[in-house]
């Protein structure tokens, strides 16, 4: 079986966990879960997330090196359609050389304040841009995303409730 199957199998297992989970059909397929928890017939997220009065901001890292313009693009507009509005962005761009990459870098930098973006003059790889990336997060939790992924709207939602649910969580 693939890991994703088993880690989720180890997750199930666990006491609380399961508690969080109740209800919930695990799948390795995240399309699958993002129709059963994003559309129109989902369940509702804790309404208190918007007034609880820990609003945790969540540093998203996103290393770059010549990606698709399209998925780049996606990418980060997944970020800026986020239901929940406390994070900051920090981009890497890992000596790209494709002016429509650099070009939508910058216009995104430039229209958003939670967009962070540094250059590194040199390839550095996928390690070292996110380590630059990261020397910029402020947030008090950092999460990575690649540059040819897209979160869902309400994915930085599902992680504050959890953190709400668990705030003796590490």
Known sequence: QDQLTLRLRRLNADPEAAKLLAGVKLTTEYQDWIAAY?????????ADIK????????????????????????????????????WQ????DDASRDPEVIALLDQAATADPRI???????????????????????????????????????????????IHAHPQAK
């Not at 994003?38 to 804790?46: H, S, T």
């Not at 090196?65 to 693009?73: G, K, N």
Request: charged residues 20%; contains cysteine; hydrophobic residues 40%.
């Open 51 to 86: 007034t609880a009065r820990k609003q945790p901001l969540i540093s998203i890292i996103l290393p770059v090196h010549d990606p698709d313009p399209v998925f780049l693009s996606q990418a980060i507009k997944s970020v800026q359609q986020q239901s929940y509005p406390n």
């Open 116 to 162: 962070h973006l540094t250059r590194r003059l040199q390839n550095g790889h996928i390690s070292r841009a996110s380590n630059d990336a990261l020397k910029y997060a402020t947030g008090e939790f950092v999460t990575f995303l690649d540059h040819d992924d897209m979160l869902a709207t309400d994915a930085l939602s599902w992680v504050v409730a959890a």
């Open 89 to 92: 962005l920090c981009i890497c």
């Open 38 to 46: 994003e559309g129109a017939d989902a369940p509702p997220l804790n």
